[in-house]
T-cell receptor, first 115, second 112 residues
Framework: DAGVTQSPTHLIKTRGQQVTLRCSPKSGHDTVSWYQQALGQGPQFIFQ???????QRGNFPDRFSGHQFPNYSSELNVNALLLGDSALYLCASSLWTGVKTDTQYFGPGTRLTVL | AQKVTQAQTEISVVEKEDVTLDCVYE???????LFWYKQPPSGELVFLIR??????QNEISGRYSWNFQKSTSSFNFTITASQVVDSAVYFC?????????FGSGTKLNVKP
């Protein structure tokens, strides 16, 4: 049973550039969430996708956008990168319940460094 | 407002000691889920346990045990006879609508 996969593992960009991170959910899951984790902090919710629509969004600017594909995989795009965007980006998958989010399974993350 | 507080930033113990990680949560919802995750140095969050708000029965899984008390809004995690492999950052999380609220984590150092 394949778990959550993310690519790439590491990424180095410069300020102002754009980046795309990818995620494939755990087999059988239909919902994908993205989190940003700065060093020494807990994960912060960016947004959640279900049925190819953004269902909920955290306190992140419009520079952060996403997409979900018919096969449930997802992308996170960040435009106009800032130094403060350097973080571990975690993808989590779960089964949609329509109410409280049930158990999320996380991928290994993508470490983004902005120079 | 939904919030999770893990007041212990870092804990150091010697192998075979017991250790308890504290988690206090805030929510106005009557139905919710609570979770614990482990994050080893590799970075991947590993799911440990899920608890429903209507089930206050404590749970034990090997050396791990969880104490859920709605009266004090706490969901504490105890590791018995700690091992070096338990060294990691542990996060407590509360389910919201379409997202999780995470605490800031407790870093556990288990020394041989």
């Amino acid at each position: 049973d394949a778990g959550v996969t993310q690519s790439p593992t590491h990424l180095i960009k410069t300020r102002g550039q754009q980046v795309t991170l990818r995620c494939s959910p755990k087999s059988g899951h239909d919902t994908v969430s993205w989190y940003q984790q700065a060093l020494g902090q807990g994960p912060q919710f960016i947004f959640q996708y279900y049925e190819e629509e953004e269902r909920q969004r955290g306190n992140f600017p419009d520079r952060f956008s996403g997409h979900q594909f018919p096969n449930y995989s997802s992308e996170l795009n960040v435009n106009a990168l800032l130094l403060g965007d350097s973080a571990l980006y975690l993808c989590a998958s779960s089964l949609w319940t329509g109410v409280k989010t049930d158990t999320q399974y996380f991928g290994p993350g993508t470490r983004l460094t902005v120079l | 407002a939904q919030k999770v507080t893990q007041a212990q930033t870092e804990i150091s113990v010697v192998e075979k000691e017991d250790v308890t990680l504290d988690c206090v949560y805030e929510t106005r919802d009557t139905t919710y889920y609570l979770f614990w995750y482990k994050q080893p140095p590799s970075g991947e969050l590993v799911f440990l346990i899920r608890r429903n708000s209507f089930d206050e029965q404590n749970e034990i899984s090997g050396r791990y045990s969880w104490n859920f008390q709605k009266s004090t809004s706490s969901f504490n995690f105890t590791i018995t006879a700690s091992q070096v492999v338990d060294s990691a950052v542990y996060f407590c999380a509360l389910s919201g609508f379409n997202k999780f609220y995470f605490g800031s984590g407790t870093k556990l150092n288990v020394k041989p």
